[in-house]
C-alpha cells in the first residue's frame, strides 16, 4: 500500500541483481499475458485490421474484462467478479513496477510514482519486497497458462491463426501447490465460452476427468500429449496412425467397431455406457471406447468441416 516514506531511511539508487532480474521477470511474462489476451480477442471478435488495432492499443484490463463478460452474458448466473479483481491487481502491479522510481531503503525495494501524489510534500510510494514478486509471477505463471490453453481451444475450433510464435504450454511448468482456486476459474472460463452457441460447434460427453469434454490431462479439450487439441501422435488432431483425424482403424475418423465414428458399442460416437460421447464418467472397461478424442466429439474444427466430415453434426 502506498505511503509517505517514513523518516530517517538509508536510501540508495543502486538496486540489487536480483530486484532487477525479478523486475524483468515479471515484466516479460506480463507482456506474454498481453499479447495472449489480445489474439483472444482478435479471434472473439472476429476483427478486422483496423479492429486489432483498436484492441491492441486497449489497456490490458479492458482487454480482459471484456472477455470475462462475454462469458458471464453467456452463463446466466455467473459471477467472475474476483477473476477480474486478480487481473486488474496483476495490470496494477505491473504499472508500478514500468512506471514507477525504484530505490533501496534499509535494504528493502521502494518505489515512487506519482500517480499516488497525496500532497506536495510527502515522497508517496511503497515497499515491494520479495513476497510481492513471487505472488505476482506465481499469479501470472497461472494465467498465462490457461490463456495459452484457451488460445489453442479457440484457434482449433475456428480455423483461425493469430500468430506464427509458438506457445508452449505454460500451465505445465507452473510453481506447484498454490492458487489452483484460480487456475480452476479459468478452465470454467474456457469451458463456458467454449460451450456457449454463439462460440462454438459443442463438445459432446463427459466434463469430468477423463472424459470427452474435459480441459485436463487426458481429456478431449486438453492441449497436451494425448488431449483431444493435441496435434503430436496420439493427440485428437493428429493425422497418423492412432490420431483423432486418422481414418484407419482405431483413428478418430475410423467408422468400423472401435473407432472414433462408430455409433455401435465401444465407439467414438456411442452415448451408452463406455461410448466416446457417452455423459457419464468413462468405463475402463476392454470393449469400451479408448480411442482419441477426435474433431467430431470435441467440435475442434470449423463448422463447414465438421458438417462435411462428422455424420453427428449434419
Known amino acids: 500500500m502506498h505511503t509517505p516514506m517514513p523518516e530517517g531511511l538509508r536510501l540508495s539508487q543502486e538496486i540489487p541483481d536480483q530486484v532487477k532480474l525479478a523486475l524483468a521477470d515479471a515484466v516479460i511474462v506480463f507482456g506474454r499475458i498481453e499479447q495472449e489476451l489480445i489474439e483472444i480477442a482478435w ?8 479492429q486489432r488495432l483498436r484492441i491492441a492499443r486497449a489497456p490490458t484490463k479492458e482487454n480482459f474484462v471484456d472477455i470475462i463478460e462475454a462469458v458471464e452474458q453467456a452463463e446466466p448466473g455467473l459471477k467472475l467478479d474476483a477473476l477480474k479483481e486478480t487481473v486488474r491487481q496483476l495490470a496494477d502491479d505491473r504499472n508500478l513496477m514500468v512506471h514507477g522510481a525504484w530505490t533501496m531503503t534499509n535494504e528493502k525495494p521502494w518505489v515512487v510514482w506519482h500517480k499516488f501524489a497525496e500532497d506536495t510534500d510527502s515522497v508517496i510510494g511503497e515497499y515491494f519486497e520479495p513476497w510481492r514478486f513471487e505472488r505476482f509471477m506465481t499469479k501470472s505463471l ?6 495459452r490453453q484457451f488460445h489453442n481451444i479457440l484457434e482449433a475450433q475456428t480455423g483461425v491463426k493469430t ?9 505445465n511448468s507452473r510453481p506447484p501447490g498454490r492458487n489452483m482456486k484460480f487456475v480452476s476459474v479459468v478452465v470454467v472460463v474456457a469451458s463456458v465460452l467454449l460451450c456457449s452457441p454463439g462460440n ?12 470427452a469434454c474435459y480441459s485436463g490431462p487426458g481429456g478431449g479439450l486438453y492441449s497436451g500429449p494425448g488431449g483431444g487439441l493435441y496435434s503430436g501422435p496420439g493427440g485428437g488432431l493428429y493425422s497418423g496412425p492412432g490420431g ?3 481414418s484407419g482403424p482405431g483413428g478418430g475418423m475410423y467408422s468400423g467397431p472401435g473407432g472414433g465414428l462408430y455409433t455401435g ?3 467414438g460416437l456411442y452415448d451408452g455406457p463406455g461410448g466416446g460421447v457417452y455423459t457419464g464418467p ?4 476392454s470393449d469400451a ?26
Not at 43 to 50: C, F, G, P, R, V
Not at 142 to 147: A, D
Not at 163 to 171: F, K, Y
Open 200 to 211: 462454438a460447434a459443442g463438445c459432446f460427453g463427459y466434463t469430468g476427468p477423463g472424459g
Open 43 to 50: 479471434i472473439m471478435s472476429n476483427a478486422d485490421l483496423k
Open 163 to 171: 500468430t506464427s510464435i509458438p506457445r508452449s504450454d505454460a500451465i
Open 265 to 267: 458399442p465401444g465407439g
Open 289 to 314: 471406447y479408448h480411442g482419441p478424442f477426435g474433431p467430431c466429439i470435441t467440435g475442434a474444427a470449423d463448422n463447414s468441416w465438421l458438417a462435411s466430415n462428422c455424420p453427428n453434426r449434419r
Open 142 to 147: 497461472h494465467l498465462l497458462g490457461m490463456l
Open 244 to 246: 483423432g483425424l486418422y
Open 282 to 285: 468413462p468405463s475402463k472397461d
